[in-house]
């Protein structure tokens, strides 16, 4: 509904002020859901960074394991064959 001209002009401003007051709660909430998915969406963007720092620690330390199981596979060879040989 809106402000018709057979409303007089007392009418017409108490229309156009609860008109106002609505639009201005909505505007209240969508400010207020604005915030709240900027603050989810830093919290995320914080997290991720924290993931992607404990993945590349992993990473290098997985790295880092393989690196010294393989000269221990070495090592367990040469002794074997250090073994049979005798």
């Known amino acids: 509904s809106t402000a018709t001209p057979q409303m007089g002009s007392e009418a017409t401003i ?3 002020k609860a008109k106002l007051a609505v639009v201005e709660e909505e505007l209240a909430v ?10 989810k969406t830093s919290w995320l963007e914080q997290k991720n960074k924290e993931l992607e720092e404990a993945l590349a620690k992993t990473s290098k330390s997985s790295e880092s394991s393989k690196v010294k199981l393989d000269k221990l596979k070495v090592e367990v060879q040469e002794k074997t064959k250090l073994a049979e040989s005798l």
């Open 14 to 16: 108490r229309y156009l």
């Open 30 to 39: 969508v400010l207020e859901q604005s915030r709240s998915k900027e603050d």
